[in-house]
């Protein structure tokens, strides 16, 4: 029998309503709903499919139209529908923008084993390239992390009224409508002629370049220099290819922008690592007062955020507290860059293009400068072990056990090259993570 998702269903087989049929009784209470379960016992000539309710066990025949329509395998659902199902195995494919609270559901529907499945990749659609997700990928760590730190916990009135009036709630999104202003405003500045030769004469120039994933980015900034000094578009495209190599480059793009970016050296914007705006932009007739207004409050939603009253969680994971004005300043980014609370890297995800990048290096510059002991000594140990646990946010905690391991008399090197040696080398993501996790078994009671 042919279903509504074009699969076919015969007797044993578990289908799924997805529509409600009150005059399909299954009881004088009790109906066919959409989500229910049903197991087909019989497919009768006509098309009508024999059923029993999987939970109560009612019988009831669905007509041949309804089951056209309105009925599917009942195999694999949504994490929704799916929520008080019991089977023994479960398999849930995520795309990485579920919550904890989908998560939780869908890991917890077998009775026997849970499988997880993640979607690291793309979905191949072209308007997509651009995207972070598809220039520089997460790892299946990276989205679990993700997954864990969105809750959509429902939440009280007195709370939503409080993040209304929050100037943290709102910097992110005044900090990217302040930036895309900004870039709109040049495009429309630069004229139909020279958006023209730009799009028509970069490949040219760089061949490939109009295709590589940062160009749209590369492209307003090119279109923003121009702006704020004349120069020619092309003119500074040849100028940052004469500074060095492309031809080992994984996206061309990305890198001529780190040569060409308009802000570096120029007075900041209405944030640190935001541009300011142009003499022609800010002199406008129409765009001037729009764009002013537009920094004047980034501005005013960065200077209205309070300092915090207790350490921020990010602190609470270093051994020595960063000074209150870089504490400031690295909270200030975090917000700004939508930084979870529950990511402990002091400025989050790695920038990776122009002043962004930049600022976020400096910070994490004067952060290394309070590095404790701990970490200088055995830093380059575990470098050796694993060359990328100084990416991992927990390296400082795992530094500081290990000194204190070291003055308790254990020998700690050991200990070290036995858990390396007895489970092999360390994963590439939250290595420190993973090596203090061995070390833990063995130095527990």
């Known amino acids: 029998?042919?279903?509504?998702?074009?699969?076919?269903?015969?007797?044993?087989?578990?289908?799924?309503?997805?529509?409600?049929?009150?005059?399909?009784?299954?009881?004088?209470?009790?109906?066919?709903?959409?989500?229910?379960?049903?197991?087909?016992?019989?497919?009768?000539?006509?098309?009508?499919?024999?059923?029993?309710?999987?939970?109560?066990?009612?019988?009831?025949?669905?007509?041949?139209?309804?089951?056209?329509?309105?009925?599917?395998?009942?195999?694999?659902?949504?994490?929704?529908?799916?929520?008080?199902?019991?089977?023994?195995?479960?398999?849930?494919?995520?795309?990485?923008?579920?919550?904890?609270?989908?998560?939780?559901?869908?890991?917890?529907?077998?009775?026997?084993?849970?499988?997880?499945?993640?979607?690291?990749?793309?979905?191949?659609?072209?308007?997509?390239?651009?995207?972070?997700?598809?220039?520089?990928?997460?790892?299946?760590?990276?989205?679990?992390?993700?997954?864990?730190?969105?809750?959509?916990?429902?939440?009280?009135?007195?709370?939503?009224?409080?993040?209304?009036?929050?100037?943290?709630?709102?910097?992110?999104?005044?900090?990217?409508?302040?930036?895309?202003?900004?870039?709109?405003?040049?495009?429309?500045?630069?004229?139909?002629?020279?958006?023209?030769?730009?799009?028509?004469?970069?490949?040219?120039?760089?061949?490939?370049?109009?295709?590589?994933?940062?160009?749209?980015?590369?492209?307003?900034?090119?279109?923003?220099?121009?702006?704020?000094?004349g120069t020619h578009p092309l003119t500074a495209l040849v100028k940052a290819c004469r500074h060095g190599g492309l031809h080992d480059a994984h996206d061309v793009a990305a890198v001529l922008h780190w040569r060409i970016d308009p802000a570096r050296g120029s007075a900041p914007g209405p944030l640190p690592w935001l541009p300011a705006i142009p003499e022609r932009l800010s002199s406008h007739p129409e765009w001037g007062p729009y764009l002013t207004q537009r920094a004047a409050r980034v501005a005013g939603l960065a200077a209205a955020i309070p300092a915090p009253t207790s350490p921020p969680g990010w602190v609470r994971h270093r051994a020595t507290a960063p000074p209150p004005d870089l504490t400031a300043e690295i909270e200030l980014w975090r917000i700004a860059t939508r930084t979870p609370d529950t990511d402990h890297r002091p400025t989050g995800p790695r920038e990776l293009l122009g002043t962004a990048a930049r600022h976020q290096s400096r910070l994490e510059a004067r952060l290394a400068a309070l590095d404790t002991p701990a970490l200088d000594e055995w830093l380059p140990l575990l470098t050796r072990l694993a060359p990328t646990i100084h990416t991992d946010p927990y390296v400082l905690d795992l530094t500081e056990r290990l000194a204190a391991t070291s003055r308790a008399g254990l020998n700690t090197t050991a200990l070290l090259d036995t858990a390396m040696s007895e489970h092999g080398p360390l994963p590439d993501d939250h290595p420190a993570g993973a090596l203090w996790w061995r070390l833990h078994a063995r130095l527990s009671p």
């Open 1 to 229: 029998m042919a279903l509504a998702d074009g699969n076919h269903a015969r007797a044993g087989d578990i289908i799924i309503t997805r529509a409600n049929r009150r005059d399909l009784r299954t009881s004088t209470t009790d109906f066919v709903k959409n989500g229910d379960r049903w197991d087909v016992l019989e497919v009768l000539a006509d098309g009508r499919l024999a059923v029993a309710h999987r939970a109560t066990r009612r019988r009831v025949t669905l007509p041949a139209d309804y089951t056209a329509a309105w009925v599917d395998l009942g195999y694999a659902s949504t994490i929704n529908t799916a929520q008080g199902i019991t089977a023994d195995t479960s398999h849930t494919l995520l795309n990485g923008a579920e919550s904890r609270q989908q998560a939780y559901t869908a890991l917890t529907r077998g009775r026997h084993s849970n499988h997880l499945y993640l979607q690291v990749v793309g979905d191949g659609d072209e308007h997509s390239v651009i995207q972070p997700a598809t220039t520089s990928p997460r790892t299946p760590a990276d989205i679990l992390a993700g997954i864990l730190d969105r809750d959509t916990a429902p939440t009280s009135v007195t709370t939503q009224l409080r993040d209304q009036d929050d100037p943290r709630t709102h910097l992110a999104d005044a900090a990217d409508r302040y930036l895309d202003a900004l870039h709109l405003a040049a495009d429309q500045l630069a004229g139909d002629h020279l958006r023209t030769d730009l799009d028509t004469q970069a490949d040219t120039i760089v061949p490939g370049l109009t295709d590589a994933p940062a160009w749209p980015t590369l492209r307003a900034q090119l279109l923003l220099n121009h702006a704020a000094d």
